[in-house]
């Protein structure tokens, strides 16, 4: 597949631009997204991450700067935003306001209907991103007004998915969603990206999620970018992140207070998995050396 780059120059966003009491959300970002990657947005609420994410595919027109898709401004011709909105696909944060046909088939079906596909095609392709999305077959025929929040999700997952994009774009995918929820979607869109070799983006309040799902990790505070990097690049600095009010993942707390101890495995202890891999090095390293001494 294809992929698309879209580079942010000089961003700002300001809501109520001019009135008194306006709001910069976004000050002079410069970034570039691409790549088969899943990249996560993390940061506290009202640090900017939902409007940067929703000037991606044009929802929001910043109020300066550029932004850039394959090259070209998506502003320089808005009669063709509708081109920019099919090679990046947004799910936002709220999926009941994405949903509006009279069943959830129709509503994944829209977008390649409007992409110029053929009947058969059409079909194929709801088909294959329902299963993409965990939607059961049972429910494509059914109102997407009478699916549950998780449902709903999952439809318009499925509906974005459908139009095949080349930059994946979702603002809390699992929010409202019990753990196997959550382990659920993050998994199936991490199958999806590993799949497709799709760039994806995800917006998170949950480190764990970061940890988990994501090759590359975006820290924003105050409508700027504070930290870009891998998960052990940014978990690392722990400290600087608890300065701008984020969690991190529990195991990197318990590292840090083992390193506390005296018994350092580590700064960049971001899953369980990785922790234990470097506690077994670790044994493995004193197991060598104390056989060495017994000599």
Not at 8 to 29: T, W
Not at 34 to 40: E, F, I, Q, V
Request: aromatic share 6%; charged share 25%; proline share 4%.
């Amino acid at each position: 597949m294809k992929m698309s780059q879209v580079e942010l120059k000089n961003v700002s966003f300001v809501y109520g631009a001019g009135e008194p009491y306006e709001i910069r959300a976004l000050d002079n970002i410069n970034l570039t997204l691409g790549g088969p990657l899943m990249t996560g947005f993390m940061g506290h609420t009202g640090s900017g991450k939902s409007t940067l994410v929703q000037l991606l595919n044009g929802i929001l027109k910043p109020t300066s700067g550029q932004v850039i898709l394959d090259g070209k401004d998506i502003w320089e011709d808005p009669k063709k935003i509708r081109e920019v909105r099919c090679k990046v696909g947004l799910v936002m944060q709220y999926p009941e306001y994405q949903l509006f046909d009279e069943t959830v088939r129709a509503d994944i079906a829209f977008g390649p209907k409007n992409m110029g596909m053929s009947r058969e095609e059409i079909d194929r392709t709801v088909m294959e991103a329902a299963r993409f999305a965990g939607l059961d077959e049972s429910l494509l025929d059914k109102s997407p007004f009478d699916l549950s929040g998780g449902q709903k999700r999952r439809a318009a997952l499925a509906g974005v998915i459908a139009m095949r994009p080349e930059l994946l774009v979702l603002d809390e995918p699992a929010a409202g969603l019990d753990p196997g929820g959550r382990r659920e979607i993050l998994g199936r869109i991490r199958d999806y990206q590993r799949e497709s070799g799709t760039s994806v983006v995800i917006v998170s309040h949950s480190m764990e999620d970061m940890a988990l799902y994501c090759d590359r990790v975006i820290v924003m505070a105050h409508g700027q970018l504070k930290m870009d990097g891998s998960c052990a690049e940014v978990f690392s600095r722990y400290d600087e992140l608890v300065e701008l009010g984020l969690d991190v993942p529990q195991i990197t707390y318990v590292a840090a207070a083992l390193k506390a101890q005296g018994i350092d495995i580590g700064r960049d202890i971001y899953t369980v998995k990785y922790a234990a891999s470097c506690v077994m090095e670790k044994m493995k390293k004193y197991n060598m050396s104390a056989g060495g001494e017994k000599k």
